[in-house]
């Protein structure tokens, strides 16, 4: 019986026929392992890359950074200003842009310097990022040591890689112009979000490649469809919970209201709903987008209760355990959120609160990895 396939979802028919039709045994099984752990490696510096992109984006948002650098040169950029003419060219530019006439109008050279810095290491780490998947891509292709259905799923990485960077300069252009002084927060929301949909395709590829392709498939024969399913829910839950979060960050939301469990006093923060912006509440009304951001962490608690309850039950140990370390992560992000809006955002908390949400999505993601390829398991061993 076929089931719908989502996007984590590691076993496809090809892969799997590439399997069933290969010799067992002997040389070509050895090579293949060994082409799967290389990968695997490579994968993983790629991950650890893609969550210093992440907290290193975080800390260009903080800083205000971010609007320092008004074009968009994926080659020549990657040379900084090498002399003070150069240095001269690019804070004029600077200073043509609504951030420095509005907010830092006044701004000396050495400190614009320093917000320079942020956002050009920020798009050189990008670079870099691009450069070990291209040179690894073309590496195990050339030598044709990708494992069998594993091209597209590797090149696939590369194009989202490419998306990133062109939706990176798309949500810096719109702080550029009009009387913007930050970029738009449904860019950065989207900006976030492709950034996390990329770490866990990679944290996905890292946990199936740690297993042979015919330990995989005996081992969906023991899925659980039900706690797959939950885990499935949870999984967009938590990524629709990071875009909330993305847009209070964008606006600043979470220095607006700093009390807990109320907002100024009251269950509705006083300018929940602005009649003049209509539609445009959910991205520019700082009380609406915080009020909904809490409320969703809220529910999102709920249901993780649901699902972790399911989880520690399942027959499978390592399952059981995934889904406890996955609740107590969620239970420590709910903990930094409230503290990062009693503490008015402070950039510690708020970075930590960030970094958090990176561990809880791999924990999710691994958790629903199980549920699907769960661990086989003695009799003896097993969970009642």
């Known amino acids: 019986m076929s089931t719908k396939r ?21 040389m070509i099984d050895a090579g293949r392992r060994g082409a799967r752990g290389a990968v695997r490696v490579w994968l993983m510096i790629l ?30 950029g990657a040379l900084p200003p090498m002399s003070a003419a150069e240095w001269d060219s690019e804070f004029d530019k600077y200073r043509a842009i609504p951030e420095y006439q509005l907010q830092n109008k006044g701004m000396s050279m050495s400190e614009f310097k320093v917000i320079y810095w942020w956002e050009w290491g920020h798009r050189q780490l990008g670079r870099v990022i691009g450069l070990v998947w291209f040179i690894g891509f073309v590496g195990f292709l050339v030598t044709r040591k ?20 062109a ?19 449904y860019r950065l929301a989207t900006h976030l979000g492709l950034a996390f949909v990329i770490l866990g395709l990679i944290a996905w590829y890292v946990m199936a490649l740690g297993r042979e392709e015919r330990d995989l498939m005996q081992a969906r024969r023991l899925k659980e469809q039900k706690l797959f399913g939950m885990s499935t829910g ?7 919970q990071i875009l909330l979060g993305a847009l209070v960050a964008g606006i600043d939301a979470g220095r607006s209201y700093t009390d807990w469990p109320l907002m100024a006093g009251g269950i509705l923060p006083p300018d929940f709903w602005m009649a003049d912006l209509g539609w445009r509440n959910m991205f520019e009304n700082p009380g609406f987008v915080q009020f909904v951001h809490r409320v969703t962490g809220y529910l999102l608690l709920a249901y993780a209760v649901v699902v972790w309850l399911r989880g520690r039950r399942s027959a499978h140990g390592v399952t059981s355990t995934a889904f406890n370390l996955a609740f107590a992560a969620l239970v ?6 409230i503290l990062t809006v009693l503490y008015i955002a402070p950039w510690h908390l708020a970075i930590l609160h960030q970094f958090t949400a990176v561990i ?18 003695s009799v003896r061993g097993a969970v009642a």
Request: avoid cysteine.
């Open 6 to 26: 989502g996007i984590f979802q590691e076993v496809d028919e090809s892969a799997a026929q590439a399997i069933a039709q290969e010799p067992k045994g002997g």
């Open 47 to 76: 991950f650890a890359l893609v969550v210093v992109m992440i907290a290193v984006g975080g800390l260009t948002r903080l800083t205000d950074s971010g609007l320092s650098i008004t074009e968009w040169r994926p080659v020549t």
């Open 146 to 165: 990708i494992p069998p259905g594993w091209t597209g799923r590797l090149l696939l990485l590369g194009a989202l890689g490419g998306t990133q960077g």
């Open 167 to 185: 939706i990176g300069w798309w949500m810096v252009a719109s702080g550029l112009t009009g009387q913007m002084l930050d970029v738009a927060s």
């Open 234 to 240: 949870l999984m967009h839950f938590a990524f629709l």
């Open 332 to 337: 420590v992000q709910i903990v930094l959120g």
């Open 360 to 377: 809880l999505w791999v924990l999710i993601l691994r958790a629903r990895f199980l549920s699907l390829y769960p661990h086989a398991q």
